[in-house]
T-cell receptor, first 113, second 111 residues
Framework: GAGVSQTPSNKVTEKGKYVELRCDPISGHTALYWYRQSLGQGPEFLIYFQGTGAADDSGLPNDRFFAVRPEGSVSTLKIQRTERGDSAVYLC???????????FGPGTRLLVL | AQRVTQPEKLLSVFKGAPVELKCNYSYSGSPELFWYVQYSRQRLQLLLRHISRESIKGFTADLNKGETSFHLKKPFAQEEDSAMYYCALRSGPGANSKLTFGKGITLSVRP
């Protein structure tokens, strides 16, 4: 079946602009995670949704970052006033329930010029 | 705080040689440990998890709580094993399900 999908695959923006990154989880998966992977690093946790609610947003670096999952399926990660340091690959993962295997999407590569 | 350390960035071996990718962790409770793999131009995928105690593609990993380690091993490396490998930790059942990853290691298997 279809895996986790993310759009766009690449995004180039200018410093100070607003961006939205989209994640389509595997159908029926209630848990959804966002991670960020900078060059030479492993993925770092940003936020976790259980259903529609953000169960843990402790990984969001500051208030420029926000994520939603209004209907409990698709999620959007929103970054305001982008900075060059936001450049990274943003990964989304979903799992059937909270403690089951997380399946990752292909990521969105964000470049802030 | 939980932390995963992968001390090496690159391991290069010849086909047929044994492989050991090191992973150490820091966590006060009873964690779940995982190895994820990313082949060239593919997405991150689960290789194995310690609670399954299984061998996947010839790889095994044993959780050593005394040494807080979860090293990944394979007795005879194959060229198709060349990839990026990440060790990851998750708090035990009932706690937060987020994964904490190490920085990863590139395994290169030469013919």
């Amino acid at each position: 079946g279809a895996g986790v999908s993310q759009t766009p695959s690449n995004k180039v923006t200018e410093k100070g602009k607003y961006v939205e990154l989209r994640c389509d989880p595997i159908s029926g998966h209630t848990a959804l995670y966002w991670y960020r992977q900078s060059l030479g690093q492993g993925p770092e946790f940003l936020i976790y949704f259980q259903g529609t609610g953000a169960a843990d947003d402790s990984g969001l670096p500051n208030d420029r970052f926000f994520a939603v999952r209004p209907e409990g399926s698709v999620s959007t990660l929103k970054i305001q006033r982008t900075e060059r340091g936001d450049s990274a690959v943003y990964l989304c993962a979903s799992s059937q329930t909270q403690m089951q295997t997380q399946y990752f999407g292909p990521g969105t590569r964000l470049l802030v010029l | 705080a939980q932390r995963v350390t992968q001390p090496e960035k690159l391991l290069s071996v010849f086909k047929g040689a044994p492989v050991e990718l090191k992973c150490n962790y820091s966590y006060s409770g009873s964690p779940e440990l995982f190895w994820y793999v990313q082949y060239s131009r593919q997405r991150l995928q689960l290789l194995l998890r310690h609670i399954s105690r299984e061998s996947i593609k010839g790889f095994t990993a044993d959780l050593n709580k005394g040494e807080t380690s979860f090293h990944l091993k394979k007795p005879f490396a194959q060229e198709e094993d060349s990839a990026m490998y990440y060790c990851a930790l998750r708090s035990g059942p009932g706690a937060n399900s987020k994964l904490t990853f190490g920085k990863g290691i590139t395994l290169s298997v030469r013919p």
